[in-house]
Every structure is written in structure tokens, then in C-alpha cells.
């Protein structure tokens, strides 16, 4: 069955260091999302991107974030400073033509300390 | 600014026993999808609900989109240890279906 897969599953950093988290979206998806979960609280939309460009953010997603499909099946999440408050898990998921249901990754936790 | 609620926040019974988890907004939604999620692990999806009053049956889990799209329910029959995780309704904006609204999840946890 296809899945989403995200690397890394967790990545420590210190305050000040750019991360890149990496995705590989389902293949004929085309609708792509991040997400973030901060431990014990919801699920939070960070972005969406189709057609090779973002569609929709949140004010979560400032100037710090950025997010790119370099190859045509990777899409990353590029933080460029990261923060303390940036430790959370990131899921990145994606959605297939026909419904609205997204297909989520298991999720890269990133440790800002 | 959509809110989904959801209730009860956390959720402990025995093995055995049956429960009804609700999510509920103000606001109308063009779908509302029900997603399972572990520690650690992404949501998973289990259900998406479309039409107003409808009914989805996934073995002994019973999902219910309320007739104004605004509210649904999620009935477990007979809970195993193995249904114990976080549930979490994820509503699509009815003006912008790119965008799920999310409620905090129920966490239940189900005893031996």
C-alpha cells in the first residue's frame, strides 16, 4: 500500500541551526502538506503547496520556514533558525486527486535545544 | 475562527464496555474525517464523512455526520485494548476544502 515516508524521524539541533526535513509524498498526490503537533497539543497546519508552489499558510509558517519540491517527489520543510518553541513533531502528508482525505507520514520529531 | 470540539478530552473504561466520543463545531463542513493516532505516529485516517446524516460502519467503530454538517460522532462497540490511542476529527472548511480544522482528540485509554 502506498505511504507517505519522512525522514528523519528525529533530529536534535541546537537554537540558531537551519533543518531540513524531508518528505515522499504518495506518487499521484497532489496536494501536499506540513503539519506540526507540539507534545500534547493539536495538530496545527503549517502550509499547503500544489503545482509547485504554496497554496495556503499559516502564521505559523513565517519567514523562518520555507518549503520546496527540488525533484519532483521530495517535498521539504526547511526551518532556517530554528527556535526553542520550533520542537514538535512535524508530519507531512498528502492528497490524492479525488477526495479530501489526507495520508499522513509518521512524522519527524525535531529537539531544538 | 473555526473551532472543532471534542469530547470527552480523555476517556479510560474497561475492555468490554461501549463509548461515544463527539466533535462539534458552529461552523459547516464540506466533510469531517476521523483519524486514529499513536504516540509517536502520524494520524491515521479512518473515515471520512460526506452527507448530512450519514452513517459509516468500520467493524465495531460507528461514525455519524450530523444532518446540518456540523457535528459528528464516533460510537465504539465492545472496546479492545487494542482501540486505546488518541482520535482526532478533522473537519474540511466548507469554503476552502485544501484546509482541515482540527479538534484537540480524545484520548482514550481501554483496560484488560
Known amino acids: 500500500e502506498p505511504e507517505v515516508t519522512q525522514t528523519p524521524s528525529h533530529q536534535v539541533t541546537q537554537m540558531g541551526q537551519e533543518v531540513i526535513l524531508r518528505c515522499v509524498p504518495i506518487s499521484n498526490h497532489l496536494y501536499f502538506y506540513w503539519y506540526r503537533q507540539i507534545l500534547g497539543q493539536k495538530v496545527e497546519f503549517l502550509v499547503s503547496f500544489y503545482n509547485n508552489e504554496i497554496s495556503e499558510k499559516s502564521e505559523i509558517f513565517d519567514d523562518q520556514f520555507s518549503v520546496e519540491r527540488p525533484d519532483g517527489s521530495n517535498f521539504t520543510l526547511k526551518i532556517r533558525s530554528t527556535k526553542l518553541e520550533d520542537s514538535a513533531m512535524y508530519f507531512c502528508?498528502?492528497?490524492?486527486?479525488?477526495?479530501?482525505?489526507?495520508?499522513f507520514g509518521e512524522g519527524s520529531r525535531l529537539t531544538v535545544l | 475562527t473555526q473551532l472543532l470540539e471534542q469530547s470527552p478530552q480523555f476517556l479510560s473504561i474497561q475492555e468490554g464496555e461501549n463509548l461515544t466520543v463527539y466533535c462539534n463545531s458552529s461552523?459547516?463542513?464540506?466533510?469531517l474525517q476521523w483519524y486514529r493516532q499513536e504516540p509517536g505516529e502520524g494520524p491515521v485516517l479512518l473515515v471520512t464523512v460526506v452527507t448530512g446524516g450519514e452513517v459509516k460502519k468500520l467493524k465495531r467503530l460507528t461514525f455519524q455526520f450530523g444532518d446540518a454538517r456540523k457535528d459528528s460522532s464516533l460510537h465504539i462497540t465492545a472496546a479492545q485494548p487494542g482501540d486505546t490511542g488518541l482520535y482526532l476529527c478533522?473537519?474540511?472548511?466548507?469554503?476552502?476544502?485544501?484546509?482541515?480544522?482540527w479538534g484537540l482528540g480524545t484520548s482514550l485509554a481501554v483496560n484488560p
Open positions: 502528508a498528502s492528497r490524492g486527486p479525488a477526495t479530501g482525505e489526507l495520508f
Open positions: 461552523s459547516v463542513f464540506s466533510s
Open positions: 478533522a473537519g474540511a472548511d466548507a469554503g476552502n476544502n485544501r484546509k482541515l480544522i
